[in-house]
C-alpha cells in the first residue's frame, strides 16, 4: 500500500509529482500489478484525434491482478458478500480463493461456446454474484463485456446489441426487488426478435417460467457441468478494450464508451484505495447497479484489485422498510458506504425513525456520487448516517473518465458541504469561459475540462470514433470536456454545478432530452416534443414533456399516460417523464431552433423575466405554455 495517501501535505506532494512527472508518476503506481510483459511507454497521447494509450505495449489480464497476484497473501478473504433483496433469505461470502475458481470455470464456459478474444458479450443481470463471475469471466478470456442495465427495455437492449454487434448475451430468469418479481429473460427474447446473437446463458434466479431456445439458450448451471476450474489468463494488449458501457448524451442514442485495459486497471484501484482510505478487513458497501460505471469501477474491478471486501446488494433502499441500508451496514459491520444523493434525499423523506433501531458505529467513510449533492442532504448524511464523525466523500466522475476525478480523500481532505473539493493526483482541471478562454486563479466559475490525459480516460465510442472527437474533444481545443459547469471558489474547492449541455440527471441516470424526445415522438398522436430538466425534490431532476399531440377523440390524461407507458417501452421506466404538458405549438426561432431556455424556466415554475422573446417566431405560444404550467 506504498500509493496511500496518508496526509494532507502527502496529497500535495503527490499531486504536485502527477502533474510535474506523470510518466514517473504512473509507472511507478503501475508498477504493482501483474504485468506479463512491462510497458514499452508509459503515455503517448494526442487529444486531437484523440489517440490516447498507457502503459504502451503492456501485456495483462486484469484478473491475474485479482487473483494470482494476491491468492497466496489473501485467498481466504472475503472477496463478495452478498446481501439478497430478501433479508430472510440467505447471504452469500465468497472468498477470493471460490472467485478465482467460479471465474476460470466461467471463462471455460464462455470459451466452450465459441465466444473469443474481443468478441463483444452483453451482460444483463441483476444484482447477483453471477453478474460480477460474468464481466471477469469475460476479461479472463479478454472478451468485451457490455453490461446492459436490467431495468432498461427490450427495445434499448436491442439497440446495444446491434451496436456492439455481441456474441451472446448473460442473462437471468428474474430479478427480485422489493416485493416484486421481475421478467428478466423474457426481455431479452423480446430484444431477439429486433437483433440476434448465437447464445443466452441463463442464471436461476427467481425460478419463473422462461422459454428457452433450443440451440441458443442454455442454463448457467447446466453449462457448468464437468467444466474445469482451471483456466490460463488470456494475454491482452494494455490498450484492448476491456468494456464497452452506453451511455445518453445531448444528441442521438446512446454510444458505446470503451475503456481500455491497462489504465482502467491501474486508475480504478489507486483512486479506490485513496478516495476510501481502504484498510485490509474493512467493509466496503458501495450501493449502485452494476450497469452503471459506478458498479464497474467500485463495486466489481477497483475493490477487487485492492483485496478488498465488496458487498453486494439485491435489494431496494425501502424493502422492507426504509430501514434496510442501515440494517445492512450493522448485520455485516460496513465500514466505507457509497450512495447517490437522491437515495439520501428519498431516505431522508422518511425521517429519523428508520434509522434509531441500528448503531451505524462501524461506519468509518461516507460517499455520494452521481449528481450534485444539495446541502440539505450532506448536513443529514453527515450528521444522521455518519453521526458528525465521518467524513463524506462526494466524488465528481464519469462513465467517460471510468474513475473518480474530483473529491477529499476521505479524512484528510478537509470537506464542505456541496464540495468535490480537490482534483485526485493526475488530473489536471481547467476551468474554461464559453469562448474556450481558460479562467485561472480562484473564485471562477464556467465549464469544466480536463487538458492532460489520465488512466482510465475514454478511448472511443464503440464503432463511431468521430463520435468521440465531436462529443468530448471538439469543444475547446486541446481539451476534455465534461458536459458539467462548475465554481473555483476561493479556496481553490470545486463544486460542481451540473450540466451545462441537453443531459439530464434524473435520480443520478443520465438521459439525454433527445433520446426522451424520440421516445415520445414514437407515440402516434405526437407531432412534436421537448423535454427538459427540472428540480425534483427527490430526483435530483425530474423530466418536462412539452408535447403537441392530435387530442381529436382523446382526453390529455389517456394520452399522458400512453405517452409514458411508450417511453417506458423504449427506454425503461427510468425515463418516463414526470410531468408532460399538451400544448399547441412551441417556442421556436425563426430559424425554427427551440429555444429551450424559455422551456426550462417555466418547468422551473419562473414565469417573469424569460429574457428576449423577440426572435420568437410566435411569442403568444410562451403566454400558452405559462398558463398551461404544470
Ligand atoms: C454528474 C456517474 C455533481 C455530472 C459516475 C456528470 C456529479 C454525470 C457527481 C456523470 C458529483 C456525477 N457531483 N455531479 N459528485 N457525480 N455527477 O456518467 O453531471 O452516470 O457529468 O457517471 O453525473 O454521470 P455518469
Not at 216 to 238: F, M, N, P, Q
Request: proline share 5%; glycine share 8%.
Amino acid at each position: 500500500m506504498s500509493d496511500r495517501i496518508h496526509t494532507l501535505s502527502g496529497y500535495f506532494h503527490e499531486y504536485q509529482k502527477s502533474v510535474t512527472e506523470p510518466e514517473k508518476f504512473w509507472a511507478r503506481i503501475a508498477d504493482s500489478f501483474h504485468w506479463q510483459k512491462r510497458w514499452d511507454q508509459v503515455l503517448e497521447w494526442d487529444f486531437e484525434g484523440p489517440d490516447v494509450k498507457w502503459f504502451v505495449n503492456g501485456k495483462l489480464n486484469i484478473t491475474e491482478s485479482i487473483f494470482e497476484k494476491n491468492l497466496f497473501t489473501h485467498g481466504d478473504r472475503t472477496a463478495i458478500i452478498w446481501e439478497p433483496n430478501d433479508p430472510n433469505e440467505e447471504s452469500r461470502n465468497i472468498t477470493y480463493k471460490q472467485l478465482y475458481k467460479d471465474v476460470c470455470q466461467f471463462a471455460n464456459v464462455l470459451l466452450s461456446k465459441g465466444i473469443q478474444k474481443g468478441d463483444r458479450v452483453i451482460i444483463y443481470m441483476p444484482m447477483i454474484p453471477e453478474a460480477a463471475v460474468a464481466m471477469l469471466a469475460c476479461a479472463r478470456i479478454g472478451a468485451i463485456h457490455s453490461v446492459v442495465f436490467a431495468g432498461f427495455s427490450a427495445s434499448a437492449l436491442a439497440d446495444r446489441i446491434v451496436d456492439c454487434e455481441a456474441k451472446a448475451i448473460l442473462t437471468s430468469d428474474g430479478n427480485f426487488r422489493g416485493n416484486k418479481k421481475i421478467a428478466v429473460k423474457a426481455v431479452v427474447d423480446e430484444a431477439l426478435e429486433k437483433s440476434s446473437v448465437d447464445t443466452v446463458i441463463v442464471c436461476k434466479r427467481t425460478g419463473q417460467d422462461v422459454i428457452m431456445k433450443e440451440g441458443r439458450d442454455y442454463w448457467w448451471s447446466e453449462c457448468l457441468e464437468g467444466i474445469s476450474t482451471d483456466h490460463k489468463a488470456e494475454t491482452v494488449d494494455s490498450e484492448d478494450p476491456l468494456f464497452i458501457l452506453y451511455t445518453s448524451g445531448s444528441t442521438g442514442k446512446p454510444k458505446g464508451v470503451v475503456h481500455t485495459t491497462g489504465g482502467y486497471m491501474v486508475y480504478t484501484k489507486y483512486s479506490f484505495e485513496n478516495v476510501f482510505q481502504y484498510s485490509p478487513g474493512d467493509v466496503y458497501w458501495c450501493t449502485a447497479d452494476i450497469g452503471w460505471i459506478t458498479g464497474h469501477s467500485y463495486i466489481v474491478y477497483g475493490p477487487l484489485l485492492a483485496g478488498a471486501t465488496t458487498l453486494m446488494f439485491e435489494g431496494v433502499p425501502t424493502f422492507p422498510d426504509a430501514g434496510r441500508f442501515w440494517a445492512v451496514i450493522d448485520k455485516y459491520k460496513v465500514n466505507q458506504f457509497y450512495t447517490a444523493p437522491t437515495a439520501i434525499r428519498a431516505l431522508q423523506a422518511h425521517g429519523t425513525e428508520p434509522i434509531e433501531p441500528y448503531s451505524l458505529d462501524s461506519l468509518k467513510v461516507l460517499g455520494s456520487v452521481g449528481e450534485p449533492i444539495n446541502e440539505e442532504a450532506w448536513r443529514w448524511y453527515y450528521t444522521h448516517i455518519g453521526k458528525s464523525r465521518c467524513p463524506i466523500v462526494d466524488t465528481w466522475w464519469q462513465t467517460e473518465t471510468g474513475g473518480i476525478m474530483v473529491s477529499p480523500i476521505a479524512g484528510i481532505t478537509p470537506t464542505k458541504p456541496a464540495y468535490a473539493t480537490l482534483p485526485l493526483p493526475g488530473v489536471q482541471l481547467c476551468i474554461v469561459n464559453a469562448d474556450g478562454k481558460e479562467l485561472t486563479g480562484n473564485s471562477v466559475e464556467g465549464n469544466l475540462c480536463i487538458k492532460f490525459p489520465w488512466p482510465s480516460m475514454i478511448r472511443t465510442t464503440w464503432g463511431d470514433h468521430d463520435r468521440c472527437k465531436q462529443t468530448y474533444f471538439s469543444t475547446y481545443k486541446g481539451m476534455y470536456f465534461t458536459g458539467d459547469g462548475v465554481k473555483r471558489d476561493h479556496d481553490g474547492y470545486y463544486r460542481i454545478l451540473g450540466r451545462v449541455d441537453d443531459v439530464i440527471n434524473v435520480s443520478g441516470h443520465r438521459m439525454g432530452t433527445a433520446e426522451v424526445e424520440n421516445a415520445i415522438n414514437e407515440h402516434p398522436l405526437v407531432i412534436e416534443s421537448a423535454v427538459v430538466g427540472y428540480p425534483h425534490e427527490v430526483k435530483g431532476q425530474g423530466i418536462y414533456a412539452y408535447v403537441i399531440c392530435d387530442m381529436t377523440n382523446r382526453t390529455e390524461e389517456n394520452l399522458v399516460n400512453e405517452i409514458k407507458d411508450t417511453v417506458s417501452k423504449i427506454i425503461g421506466p427510468i425515463a418516463k417523464p414526470d410531468k408532460i404538458q399538451v400544448v399547441s405549438g412551441l417556442p421556436k426561432t425563426r430559424s425554427g431552433k427551440i429555444m429551450r431556455r424559455i422551456l426550462r424556466k417555466v418547468a422551473e415554475g419562473v414565469t417573469e423575466n424569460l429574457g428576449d422573446t423577440s426572435t420568437l417566431l410566435d411569442p403568444e405560444v410562451v403566454k400558452e405554455i405559462i398558463d398551461g404550467r404544470k
